[in-house]
């Protein structure tokens, strides 16, 4: 039994050379290009899906923020299918990284914040102090604004963090639970296992969903910015 509660949030490494960059390339491999003309049911569902995503998070987009539909959809698919496979077991979940989602996010922030600035330079510096302020209250407007500002892609970055880590852990602990328990109450443990079965599918809905969290706040600061 692993007694290190944070050991499977360890990069794996071979020979000293960690295999972070293999892992996050895995999934990728999953999406095989379909090969005849004719679209059978799997290929269907997923261009059915692919056009609920789009149409969910682009109907509310400008021209030029419809240009990142393919960004946001690889986005989305990317981050379901890496915690999908930290599921699996003896998997690494690269999402539980936080370095890796500071990654993720700061860039594509960063990425609306100046296409704000320069497409809409005047709504982006307004947001920076609302109409009708005191004069008083404007240099803390101000301040708390940019700081506000700044918050945004940390957010981002520690909601997919702890979301996907505090799953794991709990897993990990009822996991733990129900082999100690086996030894002592057979009954016991039998619950513990039932508990953790219905934890697991929790988890398969949450994995797709702070896909969907991380995906759609992207796409509400580029809105804002577009």
């Not at 996010?105 to 920076?128: C, D, N, Q």
């Not at 803390?140 to 996907?164: C, D, G, H, W, Y």
Request: charged share 5%.
């Amino acid at each position: 039994m692993n007694q290190n509660l944070f050991a499977s949030f360890n990069v794996p490494m071979m020979l000293g050379i960690p295999l972070i960059t293999l892992i996050i390339m895995f999934p990728t491999l999953l999406i095989t290009p379909p090969n005849k003309l004719t679209s059978n049911r799997l290929s269907s569902l997923q261009q059915l899906l692919v056009q609920l995503l789009l149409k969910q998070m682009m109907m509310v987009h400008s021209i030029k923020g419809r240009t990142w539909s393919l960004l946001l959809l690889t986005l989305i698919i990317f981050i379901a299918l890496t915690n999908l496979l930290g599921l699996t077991p003896y998997a690494f979940t690269p999402t539980t990284q936080l370095s890796m989602n500071m990654g993720m996010a700061i860039p594509l922030w960063m990425a609306t914040v100046l296409m704000g600035l320069r497409y809409k330079t005047k709504e982006s510096l307004a947001h920076f102090l609302p109409q009708g302020t005191p004069a008083p209250l404007i240099p803390m407007l101000i301040i708390i604004e940019t700081i506000s500002l700044f918050i945004q892609p940390i957010a981002l970055a520690v909601r997919l963090t702890a979301n996907i880590t505090a799953g794991h852990l709990l897993m990990h602990l009822l996991g733990d639970t129900a082999l100690t328990l086996s030894s002592i109450y057979l009954s016991s443990s039998v619950i513990t296992v039932i508990v953790i079965i219905l934890l697991v599918t929790l988890e398969l809905g949450v994995a797709l969903i702070q896909a969907y969290v991380f995906t759609l706040l992207v796409s509400l600061y580029l809105h804002n910015n577009s």
